[in-house]
């Protein structure tokens, strides 16, 4: 069930229930969690954890993944995953600016309910980090950032991106990463590796670092498990946009379908029934928190469909 009143509440801030789940033993998987019914649903399936995309957020907005997105946009999004009581994991993008406005969204980003940040050494309009001509940041203003995101913050486990593997081989982002770990990072995000090799080589370089691979469908990354992206040194793992294109495939096939078949009755057996929802939200944990509500009955479903 979603947290309700104060009894249900974590007694420990995000950051630290994210911290814990971290030192267990295992990589820690982190799937993308583009709502809050996605994030409930990872939840029922076992996750620990959850991860907040920005190009899943934007993408459900109708807009591309090009840094417009604001501060208080993201926040929205955040308090529906992190009402799930999983410790969250959001995309920072470059942090919205500078020094200060990356202090700003840290603190925005704590009190919405983020476990965990990650900011990546782009600029501004930055891009999915595996598409090509990205420009980066200086390294020495990248560091800077991460200084402040570590000053402002109270609990946040604060993860340095680095997109400079692409144009500036592993040395280059092995260099870049050093940097942003004395500047107070936690973590790594090495993005867009596009072999085994290059996860091992970058690992075999940050020896006893925290590393997050990403295992994006349609990137330059080829497909890993879990277990393979841990065998080459990682101790976290994320699919960041795969609910969300899930979702949008499910959702153009229904909209074909109405406007074939002047109607949904061919899709009902793909469909979430009524209760399957009720359950996933906690709808009835809801009403037994005031007795003056009656209990809902569920109206029957469509013929040849339990709901």
């Avoid at 009402?83 to 990356?102: C, F, I, K, M, Q």
Wanted: proline share 5%; with cysteine; hydrophobic share 45%.
């Amino acid at each position: 069930m979603t947290y309700l009143v104060a009894d249900d509440l974590p007694d420990q801030p995000a950051g630290h229930r994210f911290r814990q789940r971290l030192a267990r033993p295992g990589v820690l998987g982190l799937p993308g969690t583009h709502n809050g019914q996605a994030a409930l649903q990872a939840k029922a399936a076992g996750f620990e954890v959850a991860y907040l995309s920005g190009a899943a957020m934007t993408a459900s907005m109708g807009l591309p993944d090009l840094g417009i997105i604001t501060v208080d946009e993201v926040c929205f999004f955040i308090r529906q995953v992190a009402r799930s009581g999983l410790p969250v994991l959001v995309d920072g993008d470059t942090g919205h600016g500078e020094a200060l406005n990356v202090m700003h969204m840290v603190r925005a980003f704590e009190e919405a309910g983020a476990a965990a940040v990650h900011v990546e050494d782009q600029l501004l309009p930055k891009k999915c980090g595996h598409l090509n001509d990205k420009k980066l940041a200086d390294p020495h203003d990248m560091a800077a950032k991460i200084a402040a995101a570590a000053k402002a913050r109270r609990h946040l486990y604060l993860i340095a991106r680095t997109d400079a593997a692409a144009s500036e081989g592993i040395e280059g982002a092995v260099a870049r990463a050093k940097l942003y770990l004395q500047a107070g990072a936690d973590a790594i995000f090495p993005e867009a590796l596009i072999d085994a090799e290059m996860f091992r080589a970058f690992a075999r370089a940050m020896p006893g670092v925290p590393l997050l691979a990403n295992m994006t469908e349609f990137g330059r990354t080829p497909f890993f498990t879990a277990s393979a992206f841990e065998a080459m040194g990682y101790r976290m793992v994320i699919w960041p946009v795969s609910s969300l294109r899930v979702a949008n495939k499910a959702q153009e096939e229904l909209y074909a379908a109405i406007r074939r078949d002047g109607g949904a009755h061919r899709m009902v057996e793909r469909m979430q029934t009524r209760a399957e929802l009720y359950a996933t939200i906690g709808y009835h944990d809801y009403e037994a928190l005031d007795a003056s509500i009656v209990r809902t009955v569920l109206p029957n479903g469509p013929p040849g469909r339990t709901d």
